[in-house]
Nanobody, 123 residues
Framework: QPQLVESGGGLAQPGRSLRLSCAAS????????IGWFRQAPGKEREGVSC????????NYADSVKGRFTVSRDNANNTVYLQMNSLKPEDTAIYSC????????????????WGQGTLVTVSS
């Protein structure tokens, strides 16, 4: 069964960095756009970024532009989210998700969801 597994979450102080990984198993990411989503306690899920299969289309939420960078290594079947200058409001469960041949990573078009990894930003 196709799966996405996130890793790299944890506790970080404000201003520090974390890098999340999203690894696929039982399928290849080569033809999938990958979205990163987050959900904070008591809040709705928010789209953070989306990277197309060939990395030519990359989008970010306004709240993370200039601080977060998404990249992918199709050879290793993994997508990354580099998070710099972290803020307490970045605290959330971060999940990656795959959309076949997409560019926008709309939740309704997602075919595979990861379970998520918790990021806590606190001093």
């Amino acid at each position: 069964q196709p799966q996405l597994v996130e890793s790299g979450g944890g506790l970080a102080q404000p201003g520090r960095s974390l890098r999340l990984s999203c690894a696929a198993s039982e399928f290849r990411l080569d033809y999938y756009a990958i979205g990163w989503f987050r959900q904070a306690p008591g809040k709705e899920r928010e789209g953070v970024s989306c990277i197309s299969a060939d990395s030519t289309v990359i989008n970010y939420a306004d709240s993370v532009k200039g601080r977060f960078t998404v990249s992918r290594d199709n050879a290793n079947n993994t997508v990354y989210l580099q998070m710099n200058s972290l803020k307490p409001e970045d605290t959330a469960i971060y999940s990656c998700a795959a959309e076949f041949l997409g560019t926008r990573c709309q939740p309704k078009d997602i075919e595979v969801w990861g379970q998520g990894t918790l990021v806590t930003v606190s001093s």
